[in-house]
């Protein structure tokens, strides 16, 4: 139990469309992250939020949007998705010191 | 090269032998180094974490870091079937993010 919880647990959609993902963290933890895990992959680290203003991005289009909100929670939103987006995706937030990352149980989408 | 590269296996150890899982990284900057388990269709789950050179030991696991070869390793005693899973070796270079390798699947027979 890591204290950080996602939504939808599953979800379908179709090429084209939008989707928000939405992610509470763990108390205290003022930094959030979100990585993609596509299958058989490694997660790949999309962005990181840290008291409300992104502060790291990784190799990701601008369709890739996210937001922090002042309770910490956090929203993924994809736009124009493709078929190749279908992926785990995964929110995690970072103990204040150690830098160890908690991941949520994950979203996964499927892209159809 | 990728920037962490793992054995993606599948390793075949059998009920309570010593499993040993490899990880090299490409920047040697690096400075934090974690280990996850992840089981299929679950998230990845922290189980060790290393900071400096050495041997660190929780349980029935250990973790070994070797920067100056830039290599970690996870080394798993008296292995059990609950042991199979994807290990996933990543490392923190840069404050922000963890990269991590595609993982090495474990499997421990019984």
């Known amino acids: 139990e890591t204290g950080v919880t996602q939504s939808p647990t599953h979800l379908i959609k179709t090429r084209g469309q939008q989707v928000t993902l939405r992610c509470s963290s763990q108390?205290?933890?003022?930094?959030v992250s979100w990585y993609q895990q596509a299958l058989g992959q490694g997660p790949q680290f999309i962005f990181q939020?840290?008291?409300?203003?992104?502060?790291g991005r990784g190799n990701f289009p601008p369709r890739f949007s996210g937001l922090q909100f002042p309770n910490y929670s956090s929203e993924l939103n994809v736009n124009a998705l493709e078929l190749d987006d279908s992926a785990l995706y995964l929110c995690?937030?970072?103990?204040?010191?150690?830098?160890?990352?908690?991941f949520g149980e994950g979203s996964r989408l499927t892209v159809l | 090269q990728k920037e962490v590269e793992q054995n993606s296996g599948p390793l075949s150890v059998p009920e309570g032998a010593i499993a040993s899982l490899n990880c090299t990284y490409s920047?040697?900057?690096?400075?934090?180094f974690f280990w996850y388990r992840q089981y299929s269709g679950k998230s990845p789950e922290l189980i060790m974490s290393?900071?400096?050179?050495g041997d660190k030991e929780d349980g029935r696991f250990t973790a070994q870091l070797n920067k100056a070869s830039q290599y970690v390793s996870l080394l798993i005693r008296d292995s059990q079937p609950s042991d199979s899973a994807t290990y996933l070796c990543?490392?923190?270079?840069?404050?922000?993010?963890?990269?991590f390798g595609a993982g090495t699947i474990l499997r421990v027979k019984s």
């Open positions: 920047d040697r900057g690096s400075q934090s």
């Open positions: 939020y840290y008291r409300e203003e992104e502060n």
């Open positions: 990543a490392v923190n270079n840069d404050g922000n993010k963890l990269v």
């Open positions: 995690a937030s970072r103990g204040s010191f150690t830098g160890e990352l908690f």
């Open positions: 108390s205290g933890h003022n930094t």
């Open positions: 290393i900071y400096s050179n």
